[in-house]
Nanobody
């Protein structure tokens, strides 16, 4: 059974940094993207960043461009999200996921099949 396990969440002050990790238990042949998503209470889950497993190309939500960086280590089956210059509005539960999105849906949760349990990120002002 495929498992994705996030780690690295926590509490930080505005302007600080956190690095999230997501370990994937096994190679998922039916997927070609790994992504990070977030959800805060009362809001829909939104895509933050995604990376093409093969070539490593990336896509980011406008709200995090220039502050967040997604990367992967294929040998370790691990994807990372480096988050810098954090803002209170970044507070959310962060999830990693694996899927095969369409070219226009790389940040759309509906195209991602396998999900982790999430890790909480809290940014205080």
């Amino acid at each position: 059974q495929v498992q994705l396990e996030e780690s690295g969440g926590g509490s930080v002050q505005a302007g600080g940094s956190l690095r999230l990790s997501c370990a994937v238990s096994t190679y998922i042949s039916s997927t070609n993207y790994l992504g990070w998503f977030r959800q805060s209470p009362g809001k829909e889950r939104e895509g933050v960043a995604a990376i093409y497993i093969g070539a490593g190309s990336t896509v980011y939500a406008d709200s995090v461009k220039g502050r967040f960086t997604i990367s992967r280590d294929n040998a370790k089956n691990t994807v990372y999200l480096q988050m810098n210059s954090l803002k209170p509005e970044d507070t959310a539960m962060y999830y990693c996921a694996a899927g095969s999105p369409t070219p226009w849906g790389q940040l759309n949760p509906r195209y991602f099949t396998y999900w982790g349990q999430g890790t909480q990120v809290t940014v205080s002002s």
